[in-house]
Structure formats: structure tokens, C-alpha cells
């Protein structure tokens, strides 16, 4: 059986959203990127027909509607952006000790218990499904982007990282 006391604290819950949305963006999932790229396509589509319709139907370019329009546009973008970033700060952890908390993981053949001071959880091998490590982390997935955090710092050295690691690749359903 392997005991680790893991210290989760904000650096680490920064790291995790980077990983993620890196893991994300592989997947080619949608992203804010994506979501930047189709404004600026509107935008540009919006122009050209602008254009287009002065050219062709002989109506001069009003540059007062072309100013009101980038000005619309201009606002539709920082609308964007703000609810991004509200989106984004919703998505960091509560301080109530679930998350960004001081833990302690029980590791044996069957299952991993984790107990926290207002909770406990046990996880039977199976329901891992994906071991991924950086540099920092490993992480042990649930689902596509759910996971079990665990700094390397929790794991002494490098040896009890590799022996951690075997039994993770060894008892779980991950490939």
C-alpha cells in the first residue's frame, strides 16, 4: 500500500486548467481561439459584402454606416471577451477545502481512497481511465477531462514516482 499527503494549492489548479486546455485543444474540441476566428470571419464577411453591395448596385459607400457597423462589431468583441473571462474565472475552485486542500491518498490493489477533512472518496482501479505525466503532475483521468491531480512534489522521489506510476498503468483500465 502507498500512502501520499498531497497539498493541492492554486499553482497547481493553474497548471491543471493549462494541461486541460491543451488536452482540449489536441482533441480539436471548440475553443476560444475557434470562437475568435469565426468573429473575425464575420467581420471580414461583413466588409466584403459591404463593398460588394456599393460596387454593384451603384450606391456610394456610406461611411457612416461603416463606422456604426465596426462599432457594433468592436462591441459584440469586448462583450465576447468579458463573458470569456467571467466564464473562465467561474471555472476556478471554491474555497471549501474540495479542490485546493491538503489530502491524503490511500493507494492499494483494489482502489484509491482519497480523504480530505470534510470528505472521502474511493475509486475502484477501473474507474481510471487515462494516466497522463508532465513534468509537474500526474494525472489520472475519470473521464475526457476530469481527473485526479497529484503533484510530483507529493512523491518524494523519482523512485516512488516510477512505483506510483506502475501500479497506476498496472491496475488501471487505461491503455
Not at 2 to 10: A, G, H, N, P, S
Not at 102 to 124: A, M, P
Request: glycine share 4%.
Amino acid at each position: 500500500m502507498l500512502e501520499l499527503d498531497v497539498d493541492l494549492d492554486q499553482s497547481d489548479w493553474n497548471a491543471t486548467k493549462q494541461f486541460i486546455q491543451k488536452r482540449l485543444l489536441a482533441a480539436k474540441h471548440p475553443t476560444t481561439s475557434a470562437d475568435i476566428l469565426r468573429f473575425v470571419l464575420l467581420v471580414v464577411a461583413t466588409t466584403i459584402v459591404l463593398l460588394f453591395y456599393s460596387y454593384f448596385f451603384d450606391e456610394p459607400f456610406s461611411w457612416a454606416s461603416g463606422v456604426v457597423a465596426f462599432v457594433i462589431f468592436i462591441f459584440i468583441g469586448i462583450d465576447f471577451i468579458y463573458k470569456e473571462q467571467r466564464k473562465a474565472k467561474y471555472l476556478d475552485p471554491l474555497d471549501n477545502g474540495l479542490i485546493l486542500a491538503r489530502k491524503h491518498y490511500s493507494v492499494d490493489e483494489n482502489r484509491i481512497v482519497i480523504t480530505g477533512d470534510h470528505f472521502g472518496i474511493e475509486l475502484d482501479w477501473k474507474l481510471i481511465l487515462d494516466i497522463v505525466e508532465t513534468e509537474t503532475h500526474i494525472y489520472l483521468f475519470v473521464d475526457k477531462v476530469d481527473s485526479l491531480v497529484l503533484p510530483k512534489r507529493s512523491l518524494d522521489d523519482e523512485k516512488k514516482v516510477l512505483e506510483f506510476l506502475k501500479t497506476c498503468h498496472r491496475k488501471s483500465g487505461s491503455h
